[in-house]
């Protein structure tokens, strides 16, 4: 465990981060940024000193934007915080050469402090560093604070001008939860990869081809349990919603060949993955659990 005073150092530089004011509300994007950072290092991946521009990073740096839904305000650009957190020592921003710097438009990697990537590896500091950024300073509105808490699985420490049962809590808990679905069906679980087809595209502009798909719908089920998700394809996701293909128990593909009509290239249709066997994650933790399953076949008469 790194020293307290240590700890103590980086707690306030944490507490005092350089933020936009200009729009009025401090601008997040160096504290959500962060926290992306405290995640990774909760999952064990952080393993170096260096850290790259990721299509990876850009896509769980873009789920905080549905956190703050309700500022008037453009979407959240990775590239801003990535380069000038520089100025709160934390990294220094590289250049592809390993030079550092000039501009965010340069910046491919950085490269942490050693004594912030001590503190960083110590789970009790990621602890209170999340709730540093969340709730000590005011980066964020009360309702965000409640979002984010539940997106990190967080209990929130106080609750300023929302109350924990009404429906100004029930709201901003529920699209943090929504995000913490969202990060570990198409992230941890799937790892970008549409379970229906194997195939797998990001972009350095926070977009993935795949998305969160719940099994048995959430509107009824309120389950945001990774086993109640499927990552999915665009495509694939309208087709599983509106029952055109479903899941047996041992996870290969029903199509419903019924219900469309279908032209394209042999091997590209939907029909042809009839059969087939769902990609699944390597980690069988996060397989689709067979209750949701036999829901979603029911419903749509599969």
């Known amino acids: 465990m790194p020293p307290a005073t240590q700890q103590d150092r980086w707690l306030h530089q944490l507490a005092a981060l350089k933020v936009d004011r200009a729009g009025g509300d401090p ?50 650009e990775l590239r801003l915080p990535f380069h000038h957190l520089k100025t709160s ?28 990537l001590v503190c960083l590896r110590d789970a009790t500091f990621r602890d209170k560093a999340k709730r540093v950024l969340i709730e000590t300073p005011p980066y964020f509105r009360a309702e965000e604070q ?25 709201a901003p808990a529920e699209r943090g ?6 990060i570990e069906v198409v992230i941890v679980a799937y790892k970008h ?40 394809s665009k495509n694939a996701h309208w087709q599983f919603d509106r029952g055109l293909w479903s899941v047996t128990d041992d996870y290969r593909v029903i199509v419903n060949r019924e219900k469309f009509i279908e032209e394209g290239v042999p091997g590209q249709n939907l029909a042809d993955f009839d059969g087939h066997r769902l990609f699944l994650p390597s980690d069988q933790k996060y397989w689709p659990e067979q209750t949701h399953l036999v829901w979603h076949r029911s419903r749509h008469g599969a």
Request: charged content about 25%; hydrophobic content about 40%.
């Open 193 to 232: 990869t549409c379970a229906l087809t194997g195939y797998r595209m990001t972009t350095l502009d926070m977009e993935s081809i795949v998305d969160a798909a719940h099994i048995h719908e959430f509107k009824d089920s309120r389950n945001n349990d990774p086993r109640n998700g499927l990552a999915l």
């Open 27 to 76: 601008a997040p994007h160096k504290p959500f940024l962060l926290l992306v950072i405290l995640e990774m290092a909760d999952r064990g991946e952080i393993t170096g000193s260096e850290l790259p521009l990721s299509p990876d990073l850009a896509f769980r740096f873009s789920l905080f934007n549905s956190v703050i839904a309700d500022r008037k305000r453009p979407p959240l």
């Open 177 to 182: 939860r929504d995000a913490r679905f969202r």
């Open 89 to 116: 020592g934390i990294w220094q921003p590289l250049m592809a050469d390993g030079k550092p710097s000039p501009h965010r438009n340069l910046t491919v990697k950085v490269r942490f402090d050693p004594a912030f």
């Open 146 to 170: 409640l979002a984010l808490c539940a997106m990190l699985r967080l209990k929130p420490a106080r609750v300023d001008k929302v109350k924990e049962t009404g429906a100004l809590y029930a």
